[in-house]
């Protein structure tokens, strides 16, 4: 019914959904989301947000959990935080993509990011 709304008066509805804590350490997939149920299935576009660092290799290794949370602590505790938005669904267009985004917790602000450039902080970008 809330689709049929959303048609019927040109909405946009955004639903936000919080993420498995046993999914923290390993990439964004449909079954990180806690208890969406259906969205998956009626939403139009589904993206996740993620710390960058899950990509790198200690995340693919098995075991050594203690050394993911401390590697994620570190992300979620710093200043500017590498993050990726990330795209699991489009009905109507390309999936699969990532977007790169550095988050300055003190303007509380996304800025464009790339990954292993010598820029200056992110920060200053706003």
């Known amino acids: 019914s809330i689709k049929q709304l959303a ?14 804590r046993s999914n923290y ?30 990509h790198e290799r200690l995340f693919s290794e098995d075991g050594r959990i203690n050394a993911k949370r401390d590697r994620l602590n570190q ?6 935080r590498p993050l990726e938005l ?20 003190e303007h509380r602000t996304f800025v464009e990011w790339e990954k292993d450039t010598k820029k200056e902080p992110l920060e200053k970008r706003l």
């Open 86 to 105: 990330v795209c699991l669904k489009n009905r109507n267009g390309r999936v699969g993509w990532g977007c790169l985004l550095g988050f300055v917790c």
């Open 25 to 54: 350490l390993q990439p964004i997939e449909f079954e990180s989301f806690k208890e969406s149920g259906g969205i998956e299935y009626t939403a139009d576009i589904v993206l996740g947000l993620q710390y960058e660092c899950v």
């Open 7 to 20: 048609k019927e008066n040109g909405w946009v509805i955004v639903g936000v959904s919080s993420i498995n």
């Open 75 to 80: 992300q979620r505790l710093a200043k500017e």
